[in-house]
């Protein structure tokens, strides 16, 4: 179940970076002839997915803690990481401005680091605490 649940983070987590950056970047794609999202579907309708997947991926990035891989420490940085995440994606598929494209772009980076980050730190260092008891 641990790799599945790492595996669905990184899965959901890939469209909203990658569009987010296609989105401010779409310009360049498109004389590349590289049909990206915003490209091939449009930009409201990127913007919209970006938002949907942001959701599903800050939901899955509690799965690890919930099936012992890992703990409070990695629960921390999911609830404070998805939020910024989330704030991030709301913003470009309301507002949908380059700008917002790219600090989605560095937010998701910043969100998978502080995710892996997390679970490195609590294995690496001692300091995995499961949470209600699972992988104890």
Known sequence: MAAW?????????TPPHFW????????DY?????????????????RRQIWWYAVATAAAGFAPAFVGVGGWLYAAAAAAGGA?????????WRAGTEKHARDLFAVSILYLFALFGALIAEHGLGLYAPIMGAGA
Do not use: E, H
């Open 30 to 46: 498109a004389r590349a002839r590289i049909p990206m999202a915003p490209n091939v579907y449009g930009v409201k309708s990127t």
């Open 84 to 92: 910024l995440f989330l704030v991030a994606a709301f913003r470009v």
């Open 20 to 27: 987010a950056l296609a989105l401010y970047k779409s310009d």
């Open 5 to 13: 649940t790492l595996f669905l983070l990184i899965f959901l987590w």
